[in-house]
């Protein structure tokens, strides 16, 4: 809803006309793997990542889907074998998106589980890390965490596989401050534009697969580095969420407390933490902004997460 004003001033400038000869065949590609997506719209979205600086486009897969969540059950599918003894561990960083349970949960797939906190995680065999930056809800830039219990180190390569869920890596909510290269790339719509209705969710598929255990290594020593925020003072970019937390002992439930003062948030609990912290959606229209400071101004009790 923060984007409204704009595309309502942008008026027809921005306006999608579909002519009623156009999407006739369930083909619309067939060359790309793909096969139903239209080729103007992944041509549109090579362009904006290539222009953005944000992830690399070349030499990819862009599959759509129904929204981003509908691609990430399908990439959890692809990324298990059937048949298998157990099902694959699925992970991530506490606080991780609070959808990652349910969704994961929903199918009761024989293929894969949740099993939480990637920081915990130190189970031998194969596993999926979800990793999402920036993260929902704290806004950190993340890298993959899941170690092995023994030594320390980082799991084989063909062990553990990673999903990079990258919906808010657009200049507008994170400084760009590379292109992301990773095998599976989840992007949305409803968050690059705002078009949450639209239900348009893609993902990046690399066609090339690392070419030995080594150079995996390598690519995790270049990246892996510790997670720190940027100053607020470097960039000027949109907050998506307040993580909070309450201040005073007292108070145990941060979400039931703000609800008394008419402020609605999600729960800790349902982020992989605790009653003690909240997140608040920063995303609305200003008058509903501006109504959130006027109310968050009139508590004493909180402290920034």
């Keep these: 809803m923060l984007f409204e004003s704009y595309w309502e001033e942008m008026g027809e ?12 065949s369930y083909f619309s590609n067939v060359d790309s793997l793909c096969w139903f997506l239209e080729p103007e719209l992944a041509d549109s979205i090579g362009r904006l990542h290539r222009a953005v600086g944000n992830a690399v486009t070349e030499d990819r ?30 992970v991530s960083a506490v606080p991780y998106y609070s959808s990652y349970p349910e969704v994961i949960n929903l199918l009761q797939s024989r293929l894969y589980k ?8 130190n189970e031998e065999g194969p596993y999926i890390e979800l990793v999402t ?15 092995q219990g023994r030594g320390g180190g980082p799991y084989e390569a063909d062990a553990g596989k990673l999903i990079h869920d990258l919906a808010y890596y657009w200049p507008h909510y994170s400084p760009i401050t590379r292109r992301a290269d990773y095998e599976i790339m989840l992007f949305t719509f409803s968050k690059c534009t705002g078009h949450a209705g639209s239900r348009i969710g893609y993902v990046g598929i690399g066609k090339r697969q690392r070419n030995s255990e080594k150079d995996d290594k390598v690519h995790r020593a270049k990246h892996n580095r510790s997670i720190k925020r940027v100053p607020t003072s470097s960039c000027k970019n949109l907050a998506t969420f307040a993580w909070l937390k ?3 002992e007292e108070i145990g439930d941060c979400a039931a407390f703000l609800r008394e003062h008419k402020i609605l948030t999600r729960n800790g609990n349902q982020f992989g933490t605790n009653a003690k912290y909240a997140r608040v959606s920063m995303l609305d229209k200003e008058e509903a902004f ?4 006027e109310r968050l101004s009139s508590i004493q009790y909180l402290v920034q997460g």
């Design 13 to 24: 400038k921005c306006s999608v006309v579909i002519p009623g000869w156009r999407s006739m």
């Design 61 to 90: 897969h862009v599959v759509v889907g129904n929204g981003s969540l509908q691609l990430f059950q399908a990439a959890l599918y692809a990324l298990c074998s059937p048949g298998g003894p157990h099902p694959v561990s699925v």
């Design 114 to 121: 949740w099993e939480g906190d990637a920081h915990a995680y």
């Design 133 to 147: 930056s920036p993260n929902n809800p704290d806004g950190f830039i993340r890298e993959p965490v899941v170690k």
């Design 246 to 248: 309450c201040n005073k």
């Design 290 to 293: 501006n109504l959130f400071l």
